[in-house]
């Protein structure tokens, strides 16, 4: 309840709710979840998708307003022209923006730390302005400079200086892990929320199958590179398993990497999104890891909470906030094929560690149940 004795009035801002992506699950999780056992009263403000449907469900207390500013022409645009779009795609954005929050008058602005952070402060619209930070630093807002030309490294250099201004004014910025947390040395309003538990599963994996599966967008970021390498040696030592990839995004260049690493294709494939991931996880026997960088890795906590043991690349940051190494799964060195392999020989070949790591990740992963999770929400959002 807000100070007046009223429901608690949210407005959350984020591009879109019609792709199924980690971030439009959490969301839809906490929104969803306030809506229908704390009676906030919920609007979730979106800039794209306008006329498609959303992926995860909400509930049909909450209201949804599309601004639609499509921002995703960006994607077709060259630099410098993008610059120019941009910056009038942000004008029209900040104008809209600005007139629903004076209309609406929410208690609190909840950002997903998108465009509208170069402005949101700005809008004097009575709301505690929140930001909602789900990856980790060193990937936020970044440009990739390396071998960029002046104008980009002139251009991303003033728009990270001015991040953290507006980063400190907010009134909180929420991160998942406590090493995300120190790494925000400059300010003094961050807070640590981990994301919620995505699933309650009917039963838990038997551990009987003998299979390795992943769960994963293919994408750099992701390492399923990483994994086939890894993969490559583990078959040839553990010869009666078998490794599945589910998920979202261009397979061809994977697909090639198994012809060239001549990986057992009936032992190894690569599929799709899966619409029944709950049952992938309880059909299986081991969960693998091998991002880059996460900033939480959600489907660690799904599959721990299927009864999977985990191995996982200890990545920034979100792997070790989960994951208790040695106790209910194992965390290997960022990057290395080699003890990727070794890791994950070392769980198909016992029977025993596998069973008594994934039984302690049942139990471990609880802390992060979705009660949990939203009541620490609440206690945020309510002191503010």
Request: with cysteine; charged share 25%; glycine share 6%.
């Amino acid at each position: 309840m807000s100070r007046t004795g009223k429901p608690l009035k949210i407005v959350y801002l984020t591009p879109a709710l019609y792709m199924a992506g980690g971030v439009e699950r959490v969301l839809t999780l906490k929104a969803n979840y306030f809506a229908e056992h704390f009676g906030y009263d919920i609007t979730v403000i979106l800039t794209e998708g306008k006329g498609k449907p959303l992926f995860y469900p909400l509930s049909d207390k909450i209201k949804v307003i599309n601004l639609d500013i499509n921002f995703e022409e960006l994607w077709t645009c060259s630099f410098v022209k993008k610059i120019f779009v941009y910056l009038k795609k942000q004008r029209r954005y900040k104008k809209l923006l600005t007139e629903e929050l004076m209309r609406l008058r929410s208690d609190i602005t909840v950002s997903l730390l998108r465009r509208e952070i170069n402005f949101i402060n700005g809008i004097q619209d009575g709301s505690r302005k929140i930001g909602e930070l789900h990856i980790n630093r060193a990937n936020y807002r970044n440009f990739n400079t390396e071998h960029a030309g002046l104008a980009k490294r002139l251009f991303a250099k003033a728009w990270s200086g001015s991040l953290l201004g507006h980063l400190g004014k907010l009134d909180r910025l929420v991160v998942l892990t406590e090493k995300d947390r120190e790494a925000w040395t400059e300010l003094n309003n961050v807070e640590v929320i981990p994301d919620p538990l995505s699933l309650t599963p009917v039963s838990i994996s038997p551990l009987e199958s003998k299979r390795v599966v992943a769960i994963a967008r293919y994408s750099h970021e992701k390492g399923i590179d990483l994994l086939l390498q890894a993969w490559a040696k583990a078959e040839k030592t553990v010869s009666d398993w078998r490794l599945d990839v589910f998920g979202d995004g261009d397979r061809l260049a994977y697909e090639r990497m198994i012809e060239e690493l001549m990986i057992d294709r009936s032992r190894c494939q690569l599929h799709g999104r899966t619409n029944d991931v709950e049952r992938e996880y309880v059909n299986s026997s081991l969960f693998v890891l091998s991002s880059r960088f996460e900033g939480f890795g959600m489907v660690i906590t799904e599959a721990m909470a299927c009864g999977l043991p985990v191995v996982a690349f200890d990545c920034p940051w979100g792997p070790r906030a989960i994951i208790a190494d040695g106790e209910d799964g194992l965390l290997v060195e960022n990057g290395c094929v080699e003890a990727l392999t070794d890791a994950l020989v070392r769980l198909m070949d016992n029977e025993n560690l596998r069973r008594s790591m994934a039984e302690a990740g049942v139990k471990n992963v609880q802390r992060f149940s979705l009660d949990s999770i939203a009541g620490r929400w609440k206690s945020l959002l309510e002191s503010l």
